[in-house]
């Protein structure tokens, strides 16, 4: 045993015996005795010190001037990882002896009896402890202090963000103690309270020397939707999305990788210079600066585009450099639609230069212009009286808006649609985006309109129908339509007429109904307002009057009647003679 050379020879021990053999008549309890006495007193259950005699991977062994040494599991002394032999260390005495007559000392309960002690001491101390790192947990690590189970979270690992918590596994580090909460008996631990101290004379003697307009060498410390924080020594500033790259830029990934190590220029801070903000872009030549001096209005360029809005869409023709194409550049059309209509981010597009302004910065561009306009020679593609067909996009309540092609519009009024149909409005001759045959009738150049018609395209049936319903001819027809004020008749022969309600009363005195095909006899026709008036009850009321008239006029013959009275006779139209009957069957009803 270590301690052995401390022993003092006994007073009272015989030599003679020992010399002659005769020692072994000695008692052995008083042997025993004395052995024990040369031995520490040694309780179970009590934290004592002991001194590490050997140290390997599996186990440490530790003399506490005990008959036996004891041994304790290696995986007590991980927070640890300097112990040696030599090293004295707390252990707690479990069993004096167990089954082996082994020695059986806990490191770890040794530690946790006086763990809490030294824990409220290092905080009150602002010490520095060593604790082992044993796995990770939710939020950050749990670490081994004194034999206690710290948290330490993942922002208190250090002054950066940890992105792999992993590699910190199994380490030993030094820590502060930064909260303990005494009634849960909760620790927390922080190593980044370590450098913090370190890193704020950095951060101090960096923000005294900062300047607007000084480049510094920096470390992309985080990269957010909105820009990209970097390290410059201890203190972070901003790079804003905006000032990334004179292009536009929808992903700071695009630009920079965490942990890349970039020039930046300071933009701005504030008074206290807590806030730095920083570019990127500016470290470089505005592009519109670069851009080719001899481009001019009227050249072709290609580009993506990168924004679009209803009213339009920015082309980047070069990084930085963006010209807008309105989307009344986008067709000669004059219909209002949305950019979107013609062309969505990240197409590749060819467009016309219309403006330049280098101070400004801005261009103004177009994609109609690679096109000609139609208008220019709308005469030879659209002659008056040519025929096309054309697609219906709108109507108004005097007229049909086509489109014969894109940007080239005309219009059918309602009086051009049917010769012989009366159109109230134009939806009950046909529906938006139906195709519909048309004749130009008029060019007006200068507001891009075109009269058209699509009943030209026809003979006009009433050159015939002038010649077919002549007053008093008789003709069939159907009642297509009945009103207070008289029935549409719609005539076999084509055209249609008009009946008052006098002239619908039948033989038999009833009114004639909706549907009904009967005889009308025509008692007007008018060729400029297209109206033929017509009467069912002349076509039999006539009838009776001819047997009464032909005797009378026979008579006067006989008796010789003056030639002027004939004369007038003969020059009474059917017409006159329509309206005697017709005053004739007054006079009757009225008798």
Known sequence: ??????????????WEEFENGSV????????????????????????????????????????????????????????????????????????????????????????????WERVNAALENDEIITGYIKCRTKGGMIVDVFGIEAFLPGSQIDVHPIRDYDVFVDKTMEFKVVKINQEFRNVVVSHKALI???????????????????ILEGTVKNITTYGVFVDLGGVDGLIHITDLSWGRVSDPHEVVALDQKINVVILDFDDEKRRIALGLKQLTPHPWDALDPELKVGDHVKGKVVVIADYGAFVEIAPGVEGLIHVSEMSWSQHLRSAQEFMHVGDEVEAVILTLDR????????????????????????????????????????????????????????????????????????????????????????????SLGHKQLEDNPWDTYESLYTPGSVHTGKITELMDKGAVITLNEGGEGFATPK?????????????????????????????????????????KEEPAKAPRAAKAKKEGAAPAINNVAASTTLGDLDALAELKAKLEQGE
């Not at 934290?47 to 599996?58: A, E, N, P, R």
């Not at 990882?81 to 005495?93: A, R």
């Not at 913090?196 to 000084?214: N, V």
């Not at 005097?398 to 012989?420: M, P, Q, Y």
């Open 1 to 14: 045993m270590s301690n052995l050379k401390n022993i003092e020879p006994l007073q009272d021990f015989n």
């Open 24 to 115: 072994a008549e000695a008692s052995k309890e008083d042997l025993l005795k004395a052995y024990d006495e040369t031995l520490n007193k040694v309780s179970e259950h009590q934290v004592v010190d002991g001194k590490v005699i050997s140290v390997d991977k599996k186990e440490v062994v530790v003399n506490i001037g005990y008959k036996s040494d004891g041994i304790i599991p290696a995986s007590e002394f991980r927070y640890n990882p300097e112990l040696k032999p030599g090293d004295v260390v707390e252990v707690y005495v479990e069993n004096q002896e167990d089954k082996k007559g082994q020695l059986i000392l806990s490191h770890k309960k040794a530690r946790m009896s006086k763990s």
């Open 196 to 214: 913090e101290a370190e890193l704020e004379a950095q951060k101090k003697e960096i923000i005294s020397k900062l300047e607007k307009g000084q």
């Open 359 to 450: 101070e400004e910065r801005k261009m103004s561009l177009g994609i109609k212009q690679l096109k000609e306009d139609p208008w220019e020679a709308i005469e030879v593609k659209y002659p008056v009286g040519s025929k096309h067909t054309a697609k219906v996009r709108n109507f108004t309540n005097f007229g049909i808006f086509v489109e014969l092609e894109e940007g080239v519009d005309g219009l059918i009024h309602i009086s051009d649609l049917s010769w012989t149909k009366k159109v109230k409005h134009p939806s009950e001759f046909t529906q938006q985006g139906e195709a519909i045959d048309v004749i130009v009738l008029e060019i007006d150049k200068e507001n891009r309109r075109l």
């Open 503 to 543: 002239h619908l009363v039948k033989e038999d005195g009833t009114q004639a109904q909706l549907g009904e095909e009967l005889e009308f006899k025509v008692i007007e026709f008018v060729k400029d307002t297209k109206r033929i008036i017509l009467s069912h009850s002349r076509t039999f009321e006539q009838g």
